[in-house]
C-alpha cells in the first residue's frame, strides 16, 4: 500500500500542470485540522488525528500534532508530533507535502516505554476553497517503544480536514 501511495503521488508531480497560487495561503496563516484513518502498529486500527500549524509562506509551514492510534500490545498509544511541512503546488488546486520532524511515541501497554523517533509523511491535499483542504497522508512515527525484543514501528493512512484563519 504504502509503495502504491508514493508512487502515484510522484506520478502525479510528474504530470501536472503548471501551478496557480490562487487557493493556497501566501504566508502567515494559522491553521487546524482533524482526520480519521487507519493505524498499523502490531495491529490494525481505526486512527483519530489532531493538528495546528503556521504557514509561514506557501512552501513551508510547521506543525503540532496528536494521533490515537488505537491500541499496541492490547493497550491505548498515542503520538505527539513536531514536524516541518514542504509543500508543492501542483494545479490549481491539488499539491504534495512531505513531512519531516520528531514523533513521541506513548504506548500505554505493560512493559513499554516511551520512544522519540523520526516522522516522516507524505500526502496530497485538495482545496475546496481558500481556506479549506482535504488531505490523505501517509505517516511513518518510528518505532512505537524502546521496550522489548520486537519494536514494531507505527504507521497511518489518514484522511483529514484542514482548516486555514
Do not use: Q, S
Given at each position: 500500500m504504502k509503495k502504491?501511495?508514493?508512487?502515484?503521488?510522484?506520478?502525479?508531480?510528474?504530470?501536472?500542470?503548471?501551478a496557480s497560487a490562487q487557493l493556497f495561503p501566501a504566508s502567515g496563516q494559522l491553521y487546524l485540522g482533524a482526520g480519521v484513518g487507519e493505524a498499523k502498529t502490531d495491529s490494525r486500527d481505526t486512527s483519530y488525528k489532531l493538528y495546528g500549524g503556521y504557514q509561514f509562506n506557501p512552501t513551508w509551514a510547521i506543525e503540532l500534532g496528536y494521533n490515537d492510534l488505537g491500541k499496541f500490545r492490547g493497550a491505548d498509544i498515542e503520538t505527539y508530533t513536531l514536524a516541518a511541512v514542504h509543500t508543492i503546488q501542483l494545479q490549481e488546486r491539488w499539491a504534495l507535502f512531505g513531512k519531516l520532524g520528531a514523533s513521541e511515541n506513548r504506548p500505554d501497554?505493560?512493559?513499554?516505554?516511551?520512544?522519540?523517533?523520526?516522522?516522516?509523511?507524505?500526502?496530497v491535499v485538495y482545496s475546496?476553497?481558500?481556506?479549506?483542504?482535504?488531505?490523505?497522508?501517509y505517516e511513518d512515527f518510528g518505532k512505537l517503544s524502546d521496550a522489548g525484543v520486537s519494536r514494531p514501528r507505527g504507521k497511518n493512512v489518514g484522511l483529514s480536514l484542514k482548516y486555514g484563519f
Open positions: 502504491i501511495f508514493m508512487a502515484a503521488a510522484v506520478a502525479a508531480a510528474f504530470a501536472a500542470f503548471p501497554a505493560a512493559g513499554t516505554g516511551d520512544n522519540t523517533g523520526l516522522l516522516l509523511g507524505i500526502g475546496l476553497n481558500k481556506n479549506l483542504g482535504v488531505r490523505l497522508e
